[in-house]
């Protein structure tokens, strides 16, 4: 089984930065996914880490460290369309493609 | 264009009478995943589908049924839906990995059907 741990909410200025953390404890780690959820919309990717480092994609980067079971998206020049929740989903084993998801970070954004 | 689409956006239905909910795929991947959201809370897998391979979750509930009768279309069942199973359902799609390490592979999901339990 698999424990994914990130913070409930977050709350920042627009044009600021905000890194959102996720741990997660899990055998067979086969890959790291954040994605992006507006309230009543349905989940999009934002990016995936399966090796040590930053992947960087515009204003999101996400990093992993594999040996500390720990990531974190950052997101910088927020907007106000980045009010969303952010969810960390790891997937686990060599074969298959299940994800086990955290319970997300609810982010608001304010002017 | 849709991608993953699922019919309908909203469903209400009555206490102990079945349901069914739909996603259709224009993107030909051969897994098919379901899941139930339910509010702040994350999504949580109820059975996905490799090809035609049904695989369950250990902790899914009897209640909740699935069929896939082609590589484009999945049905979520709930025979007799009670007031704990008002949710988003939400159908999800992606290319299976074809080896250890290999590709993103990352899920497309359909905009989900908020089921109402009355």
């Known amino acids: 089984g698999q424990n994914i741990d990130q913070p409930t909410e977050m709350t920042a200025t627009e044009g600021a930065i905000v890194q959102i953390n996720c741990t997660y404890q899990?055998?067979?780690?086969?890959?790291l996914f954040w994605y992006q959820q507006h309230a009543g919309e349905a989940p999009t990717f934002l990016s995936y880490?399966?090796?040590?480092g930053l992947e960087e994609k515009g204003r999101f980067s996400s990093f992993l460290s594999r040996s500390k079971g720990y990531s974190y998206l950052l997101l910088k020049e927020l907007q106000m369309k980045d009010s969303a929740s952010y969810l960390c989903?790891?997937?686990?084993?060599?074969?298959?493609?299940?994800?086990?998801f955290g319970g997300g970070t609810r982010v608001l954004v304010k002017p | 264009d849709a991608m993953v689409i699922q019919n309908p956006r909203y469903q209400v239905t009555q206490f102990g009478k079945p349901v069914t909910l739909s996603c259709s795929q224009t993107?030909?991947?051969?897994?098919m995943y379901w899941y139930q959201q339910k509010s702040s809370q994350a999504p949580k897998l109820l059975f996905h589908?490799?090809?035609?391979?049904?695989?369950n979750e250990a902790d899914t509930p009897d209640n909740f049924q699935s069929r896939r009768p082609n590589t484009s279309f999945c049905f979520l069942d709930i025979r007799s839906p009670g007031l704990g199973d008002a949710a988003m359902y939400l159908c999800?799609?992606?290319?299976?990995?074809?080896?250890?390490?290999?590709?993103?592979?990352?899920?497309?999901f359909g905009p989900g059907t908020r089921l109402t339990v009355t």
């Open positions: 899990t055998s067979g780690f086969n890959g």
């Open positions: 993107l030909n991947h051969n897994v």
């Open positions: 999800a799609t992606s290319r299976v990995r074809g080896q250890v390490g290999g590709g993103v592979y990352e899920q497309y």
């Open positions: 989903a790891v997937r686990e084993g060599a074969a298959g493609n299940k994800l086990t």
């Open positions: 589908y490799y090809d035609k391979d049904f695989n």
């Open positions: 880490n399966v090796l040590d």
